[in-house]
C-alpha cells in the first residue's frame, strides 16, 4: 500500500514543487491549503490548478486569523518593494512575517495526517525564506517534527514525521528541481500583492525572479507578461 | 507595565485553575477558547462565565476541523465510560483524543501572542491527563516552548514563551489550587456528553470526581444536581 501524506500547498512555486517531489517518491498525497485572509488570495486559485494538475485532492481550509500583525493580512499595509535579493536577505524579519503561520498550517496538516492515517507531512520551507522567516529554517522544523512526535498518536507510534526536503535549497535549486519534475510552474504564484500579474518589485518577485536567472529556466509567468 | 498572556480556556476546571493563576501572577490576560465542533460545546458557554468573573476578554475562534478521528468531534460514537481512575489510567490514548488538538490551540495561540505583543501563552494541560493524551506530558510542552522559540519573531527576540504551570500536579492538587484562587468551579465543566448535568459516567466525569474527594474539596457542580 503507497504511504499517505498531506503537502502543505500554498499557490506558491516551492510548495508545488514539493507536491510533485512527494508524489515522484511514491507518496499517496492530499494537498491543503489555507484561505488565511492573505492580501494573495488568488494564491488559491493557483492551488486549485496545480493540485488538479498533479491529480490530487486538495481541501482548503478556511482560517481567517482574526488579529492582524503582518503587512500580508493588511490591504492597506505597505509591502516592502523594490529591495535587491541581497537587501532582504539582510534586512531581519520582513513586514511580511505572519505571527506563527508556518506553526498554525503545520499544526492543523498534522491533525489532517492523524486523521487521514498518513505517515508524513511535506512542507516547503526553505533556506533563502529563512533568512528573513524564523519559520523556515531548519531547525524550526526540525523542533515542529519533533512536536508531531511527541504530541500525536501516529508520531508516538512512530508513525507520522515531518518532511521538508527544500530546506537546504536555493531559489535557483528548487526551481531546477521543479522544472525535472514537470512542475506547471505557469500555475504557481509568488506576488505578495496578489495582482493579476507580477509586480517584479515585492520581495517575494526579487527572489523568483532572481531564481529563474540563476537556474537559467524561463518563468513562463513573466513570458505571459510580456505577450 | 504588566506583562501580557494569552490563556487557552476551554470551559473546563484546569484552564480556569491557570487562568485565576496567571492573574494572581500579575498577567494582563486574554483568555482564548475554540469552537472546533466538539459534541460538548457547551464548554464555550462556561468559558465565557469563567471569563467574565475573572474580568478578561475572551476571544471564541471558530476552528471547524473538517475531519473527524475522534469520539469527542463524533455525536454518533460511544465514548468510553464507566471506567475507574486507574483503567483510565492504564487504557493508553482514549477514543477522546483528538488529532493534535493542544498542537493545533497552541499555535493558534501563539499567533494571538504575537499579534497583541504578549509574552507567554498559558495552558493547563497536567499531568493526569498525560496518562491517555500525548499532548499533554510535559516532554510534549517543552518541545511546543521550543516550537515557539525558534518559529515565532517574538520567540526568537525571547519575548514569547509557553507556560504549563499544572503540568505535574495531579487533578486533586489543581482542585486545591484553584479554591485559593477563589476559582468558580460552578461554571467549569468537565463531562464529555455536554448534557446539563454531568453524566458521572465519562472519564472526564471519573477524573473529575476522584480529584474533588481527594481535595476534600465540594464540586458545586454536583451539589447543584442533587438539588
Known amino acids: 500500500m503507497r504511504r499517505k501524506a498531506v503537502v502543505l500547498l500554498s499557490g506558491g512555486l516551492d510548495s508545488a514543487v514539493t507536491l510533485f517531489l512527494a508524489l515522484r ?4 498525497c492530499r494537498a491543503l491549503a489555507f484561505d488565511y485572509g492573505q492580501r494573495h488570495k488568488a494564491e488559491i486559485a493557483g492551488a486549485k490548478r496545480i493540485a488538479a ?3 490530487v485532492p486538495l481541501n482548503v ?3 481567517p486569523l482574526p488579529w492582524k500583525g503582518s503587512s500580508l493580512l493588511d ?5 516592502p518593494s523594490g529591495r535587491t535579493a541581497r537587501e532582504i536577505k539582510s534586512g531581519g524579519i520582513p513586514t511580511t512575517y505572519v505571527p506563527a503561520r508556518n506553526t498554525v498550517f503545520l499544526s492543523i496538516a498534522a491533525s489532517f495526517a492523524e486523521a487521514i492515517g498518513a505517515d508524513t507531512v511535506f512542507i516547503g520551507a526553505h533556506s533563502e525564506d529563512s533568512s ?3 519559520d523556515c529554517r531548519r531547525e524550526y522544523l526540525e523542533a515542529f517534527d519533533n512536536v508531531i512526535k511527541l504530541g500525536t498518536r501516529r508520531g508516538a507510534e512512530k508513525r507520522l514525521g515531518l518532511e521538508f526536503p527544500l530546506a537546504d535549497k536555493t531559489k535557483a535549486e528548487i526551481i531546477r528541481l521543479g522544472s525535472s519534475l514537470g512542475v506547471p510552474f505557469q500555475f504557481t504564484l509568488s506576488c505578495y500583492e ?5 509586480c517584479m518589485r515585492c520581495d517575494s518577485c526579487v527572489l523568483r525572479a532572481k531564481g529563474f536567472k540563476e537556474a537559467r ?11
Open 61 to 63: 481550509m478556511r482560517l
Open 194 to 198: 496578489g495582482g493579476k500579474k507580477p
Open 25 to 28: 517518491n511514491g507518496y499517496d
Open 217 to 227: 529556466v524561463k518563468d513562463p509567468c513573466i513570458i505571459q507578461k510580456r505577450k
Open 75 to 79: 490591504k492597506k499595509a505597505v509591502l
Open 53 to 55: 494538475k498533479a491529480g
Open 132 to 134: 528573513g522567516y524564523p
